[in-house]
């Protein structure tokens, strides 16, 4: 199944909004409904491909037929951009510019390295596309003439290792049939970010994805021990060995490069046993500072829970915590609502749970209960559907996120939070910005913020001041420009002053030693020459 055109996931799964919640927005926001009628697919006038046949004919040798080669309008469409808001708001207003010529589905790293080999020849730029869940513009690339690099067909489970406890995973398989391949052998990657149903591993590598329960499992990078990459140069093949002093790991150079060095055609992971007991409670917090605090303890010291995540006072009002429980407004209480959860054995579950509950009481935190953590696991997914629905009725929703060490971190909430209100209330859409602690470590913590407003007449451009200014409190206060989101075009000018004049200069070095014609994703993670 694709995922809605012009939205997020399933069809069958989309919800109107609660009639408390439109009443919250038009009362609270201003928010007025949509006057203009909504776009059917076929309505979109899409402008026929300019690639001339010499080109399709080598892109259809490359991928092994003509039936992978796809120039019909609704296989372009449906990968034209991401699943960002300014990208769906574009879309259904009938905004086609940056549609791919034509969808190209290899099956094989050769065939990768061939369609490779053919755009080059014929002057046509190509993205990766996995699950096409790029919330920050890593499917826009700054040039007109490009394909669209579908890896579906790359769907396999290829290996599994059960001594030394790894496998290697094509890059189109989407997480839910890689999780349910691993547990055929029983056992998980342990990852399952917001985007879980329709996210691919290759995705997941490309862009550094971050999971819900990282405080257990880890990052998705932290599980990948080795890459293949095909270039339009040749291949990159990483990971030898669980560890190696054998000079600079290329490994992290391939993770987090979306798509700009070359396309993952496998990835080696580590796996972990499929858990006995999973169990998720919730805890209140009289504040969010005091929420946080009872984090770092049980993040540099322990015990630390398999998934650990804190909602200000904003979102838990609002019940975005618990997305299931939207709308129910006094119900959620006053205070701050964390989510622990805990997997593995059922002793081990018991007795990290026993100690951590010692700690969150000594920090000042009351046990609320299952129900708020199976709340939050059942509608762990749910928030992208409620993004929707809100676009639906005339508001505007959109999520932003970064990361800082603890230190830092009140300071970064503060100036992310000031510098959104002050520069939405100024356009005349004052905001709601509601935000959650969502990934923890020893050093440092993320944070994920969310806005809602009222849309203003252009919704896109009303955005983009706000979302730079967002960027630029995110940079001054010590924060890195994107935890798990990725780069993309939207955050790329940020990246380069992060990484700074001879770190950009460094990897777009590597760029013209792989990438010599600039092919790969144009202008997407580093600035086009």
Partial sequence: MDMLWNGWGDPAKAAPLPESVTGLLRDLLGVTPCTAPALALEDIDLPAPTAGPGALE??????????????????????????????????????????????????????????????????????????????????????????????????????????????VLQPGLRAPEAEALL???????GHFPQSFEWATIGGFAAARSS?????????????????????????????????????????????????????????????????????????????????????????????????????????????LAQPDAIGAGPENGAGCMAITGYEGT????????????????????????????????????????????????????????????????????DAVRTALTDTLTGAGTPPLVMCHISHVYENGASLYFTVVSAQGADPVAHWAPAKHAANDAVLAAGGTITHHHGVGT??????????????IEALLAVKRRLDPDGLLNPGVLLPTD
């Fill in 58 to 167: 080598a892109l259809a040798r490359a991928a092994g037929g003509a039936e992978h080669v796809r120039t019909d309008t609704e296989s372009r469409i449906r990968h034209t951009r991401g699943k960002s808001t300014p990208d769906l708001l574009r879309l259904r207003a009938g905004d086609v510019a940056d549609v791919p010529q034509a969808v190209v589905l290899p099956a094989t790293h050769d065939e990768v390295l061939a369609v490779l080999r053919a755009c080059a020849a014929h002057g046509l730029a190509a993205v990766p596309f996995g699950g096409g869940t790029s919330v920050v513009g890593g499917l826009a690339p700054e040039r007109s003439a490009f394909v669209a690099l579908d890896l579906r067909r790359m769907n396999r489970l290829q290996a599994v290792d059960p001594i030394s406890r790894t496998a």
């Fill in 183 to 189: 547990a055929e052998h029983g056992f998980t990657l």
């Fill in 211 to 319: 999971g819900q329960a990282s405080a257990g499992y880890g990052r998705f990078d932290d599980m990948v021990l080795g890459l293949t990459l095909a270039t339009p140069e040749g291949t990159v093949e990483t990971g030898r060995a669980p560890r190696s002093a054998a000079g600079p790991d290329l490994r992290q150079l391939i993770l987090g490069s979306e798509g700009a060095f070359g396309v993952i055609t496998s990835v080696l992971v580590r796996v972990r046993p499929l858990p006995a007991t999973r169990v998720y409670e919730g805890w209140r917090f009289a504040s969010f500072a005091e929420g946080t605090e009872a984090l770092r303890r049980l993040a540099q010291d322990g015990p630390r829970p398999t998934v650990l995540r804190l909602s200000d006072e904003t979102e838990t009002l609002i019940g």
């Fill in 346 to 413: 059922a002793e081990e579950t018991a007795l990290r749970r026993e100690q951590a509950a010692a700690v969150l009481t000594e920090c000042g935190g009351t046990l609320a209960g299952t129900g708020p953590g199976e709340r939050w696991a059942h509608g762990r997914y749910s928030a992208p559907y409620l993004r929707d629905a809100l676009l639906d009725v005339g508001a505007f929703a959109e999520t932003l996120e970064t990361a800082a060490f603890w230190s830092r971190v009140p300071e970064l909430y």
């Fill in 490 to 503: 939207d955050h790329r000018d940020w990246y380069v002053r992060e990484a700074g004049p001879l770190g």
